[in-house]
């Protein structure tokens, strides 16, 4: 069911007013998990990405880093808006983001993760775009005109994140002695969360069945490759063999989410419905 718009490249942006396509209750549900959980993950990063903003090591890259979360939080929004008409129950947007507990979130783990120092966030931000670019490329491909809508606008801001996040980790890998040694830290501490994105859960597999979302087999090559020629220009080895951890796309999340979202969420539960 997947199909091929490579000719086409501004074929789907009609689609994002479109009313929900005539699902199946079974169905709309599946889409309406998958569509939370990808908009979980960018918002999570998103958000994680913004607490660097006024704190960046220079100033372009604190801009850089500002403009990447924004992007992401405007996918976000895409993302909420149609989970919300999915649901068909008169949320919005902001009632998905502000107003749904810890374990309702289904994003995976390495977005939770704090920011550490420069080094953790470059490697947080290349895994997960090393997964976003290709992952969002094959989407453009979905049946689901609203999601491959989406797919299609946020492949053009995820293509300049990983050139980005690529760039800075070559930087670092085959700078200083002081550079390398901080992004092999980062690399030992969040290469056992790069696993998750690929691990399908009984929503997503699904899905694939269906022809909804690609294989995620296939993803995983392109995102491979990318990640072992990076890190040779980087003169950094991959990790082999590393026990990979899971459970956030089901909702078991580390501590840190529920740091974030108390602090994301108590203006909208202290005064509900306040308005600027």
Not at 132 to 154: G, P, V, W
Not at 177 to 194: C, G, H, T, V
Request: aromatic share 12%; with cysteine; proline share 4%.
């Amino acid at each position: 069911m997947m199909h091929n718009h490579e000719n086409a490249p501004h074929l789907h942006e009609q689609h994002f007013n479109t009313p929900v396509q005539d699902y199946a209750p079974e169905v709309k549900q599946l889409v309406l998990e998958f569509t939370l959980q990808l908009a979980d993950t960018s918002f999570i990063l998103g958000h994680r990405l913004s607490e660097w903003c006024g704190h960046g090591p220079v100033l372009e890259q604190d801009m850089a880093l500002s403009n990447i979360a924004l992007d992401l939080i405007g996918e976000t929004r895409s993302l909420y808006q149609y989970a919300a008409e999915l649901e068909g129950k008169g949320r919005t947007e902001d009632d998905m983001a502000y107003l749904r507990d810890t374990v309702e979130y289904k994003n995976p783990l390495l977005v939770e993760q704090p920011n550490g120092d420069f080094g953790d966030t470059i490697m947080r931000q290349f895994v997960f775009d090393s997964f976003h670019f290709f992952f969002l490329k094959a989407l453009q491909n979905s049946t689901d005109h609203r999601l491959a809508a989406i797919a299609e606008k946020s492949l053009k801001e995820s293509s300049y994140h990983i050139k980005w996040s690529s760039e800075w980790v070559i930087r670092l890998g085959d700078g200083t002695a002081e550079s390398r040694q901080r992004i092999e830290k980062a690399i030992d501490n969040l290469w056992p969360f790069s696993g998750e994105f690929f691990m399908m859960t009984a929503t997503e597999k699904a899905l694939l069945e269906q022809g909804f979302i690609p294989d995620y087999n296939q993803i995983k090559q392109s995102s491979d490759a990318h990640i072992a020629k990076v890190f040779e220009e980087a003169t950094l080895e991959v990790p082999q063999n590393v026990w990979m951890q899971s459970g956030g796309k089901e909702g078991r999340h580390t501590e840190h989410l529920g740091f974030i979202l108390t602090e994301l969420q108590y203006l909208q539960r202290a005064y509900p419905r306040l308005e600027w």
